[in-house]
C-alpha cells in the first residue's frame, strides 16, 4: 500500500492544522495505523495510532491537543493537530502499523511526509 500525506502548513504557535494521510488499497484489513513525526537527524517519533474499532492512543508530548481518526470509506487517515507549539515542528508521516502496541513499528515503507512548521 502506498501512503500520501498532505495538509502540512506554516503558521504561528497556538494554531491548528488537519493533516490527511491517503492510501492506495483498502485500509479496512490495516489493524493499526499511525502517525509518525521527524525533525532532521532524528528518528521518527510516534505520534498518535488508530486501531480498525476506533480505539486511539497518543504520546504523551500530544495528549490533550492532537486527534488521530481514520475514514476507511475514504481509505484517509487523519490528524487534527490544535494549539500548536513550536516543538512541534517536524515532518509528518503516516504508516501501517503492526499493532498497537506503542511500540510503534513501521509495517510498510515512509512516504514522502508533510511539513508542519510552527513559529512563536
Known amino acids: 500500500v502506498q501512503l500520501v500525506e498532505s495538509g502540512g502548513d506554516s503558521i504561528q504557535s497556538g494554531g491548528s492544522v488537519r493533516l490527511s494521510c491517503a492510501a492506495s488499497?483498502?485500509?479496512?484489513?490495516?489493524?493499526?495505523m499511525g502517525w509518525f513525526r521527524q525533525i532532521p537527524g532524528k528518528q521518527h517519533e510516534g505520534v498518535a495510532t488508530i486501531d480498525n474499532k476506533g480505539h486511539t492512543a497518543y504520546a504523551p508530548s500530544v495528549s490533550g491537543r492532537f486527534a488521530i481518526s481514520r475514514d476507511n470509506a475514504k481509505r484517509t487517515l487523519y490528524l487534527q493537530m490544535r494549539n500548536l507549539k513550536p516543538e512541534d515542528t517536524a515532518m509528518y508521516y503516516c504508516?501501517?502499523?503492526?499493532?498497537?502496541?506503542?511500540?510503534?513499528?513501521?509495517?510498510?515503507?515512509w512516504g514522502r511526509g508533510t511539513q508542519v512548521t510552527i513559529s512563536l
Open positions: 488499497s483498502d485500509t479496512n484489513d490495516m489493524i493499526c
Open positions: 504508516a501501517p502499523l503492526y499493532s498497537c502496541d506503542n511500540e510503534f513499528r513501521n509495517s510498510g515503507s
